[in-house]
């Protein structure tokens, strides 16, 4: 997975002897051939060197953003989704086999890649909840005034989570495993965040800045979530379906949500390095439903008052070098028909993590200078 650093304008602690002789990118060579095709590469490296006049209340807020930082997460991440019959207001919630990864995370002021180890720390109870197989890619642009968060997630196998609640569920197992059962969602979601110059929405979630004094924000902005999920023959499928109503013998279906989010954010600092990050935005929108039922007939339905609720908390220590912390965060979208079947889904994660800021300033313009890219 890979997560785009937006730095904005910002300045670091940090200093280097600056060797750029040109004031403007017009100014840099750009005569001959080989001049014009790097006139291209100097200009971006240019325009991400250059000094920018800081935007921000540096009494709030600490920039570490020439930095390279390294981060080691352990996370956990899921894609939950549940089926309910409006008729007699039962429903089926669908979980995956949660596991336990080990990454590792490099952020600097180019771009940030978060690498999958393939180290497997904990998988729950695979006996009795199967094994669920995804691939969940998750991109966060934290920006100066503005935050994008977007997804991508597969996941293949779940079991239904309350099926002791049925009285016709006797088997030996806790949980009725549904290996069949596919899902996948895509969507983005998009913040403004108003106190941008006091509040940084980096230092919990980027790790780029430090937040050095408690501050707030009130949260605005627009968001998108595609959702699809199929089981065969049904996604209720016996000894369940003697408590839904045959409206509800989904096939496959698949979802659209569409609104705008306001909501509030805000950290508290405490003992001078450390923080409490908690965030709650209220989405609301519009909803296209289309499904397929088991006898082939098919429902379609656009509606109004469709929700989404976005929930995020944070915990860390941060003295400027070292840092370490966890992270929760939770989007659910729910709907609430008269008629028929509706899903409501969730997703998020869960990470707990460690990192070091290391300067490299000096390396970073010995290869810039090797590269061609600056001194020319």
Known sequence: MVILSVTGYAQDSSSVKQHTPVKTIWDIPHKTRYEKW????RSITFQILKEHPVNFDTAYITSFYKRLVITLPVSVRFLNFSLKDQQSGNKLTFSPN???DLGISVTSRWASFIFNTGVKLYTADAENKGQTKYQDYQLNLYGRRITTDMFVQYYSGFYIKNSQ???????DKPYSVRTDVNAIHIGATSYYIVNHRKFSYRNSFAFVEQQKKSAGSFLTGVYYSYF???GSPSLVTSPFRSSFDTLSFIRSGHTHNLGLNLGLIYTF???KKCYATASLVQGIGVQQMNYERDDNSTYRQ???GAGQLNGRLA?????????IGSMAMLDYFLFRGKTNATFDYSFGKFMAYIGYRFSVLNPEHKLLHRLNLVDY
């Open 38 to 41: 790097m006139w291209i590469h």
């Open 302 to 304: 656009l509606a109004v």
């Open 165 to 171: 609640s049925y009285a016709h569920y006797v088997d």
């Open 98 to 100: 949660l596991r336990y």
């Open 315 to 323: 915990l860390g220590y941060d003295n400027g070098r070292y840092f």
């Open 269 to 271: 600092v405490f003992f």
């Open 228 to 230: 699809e999920t199929n």
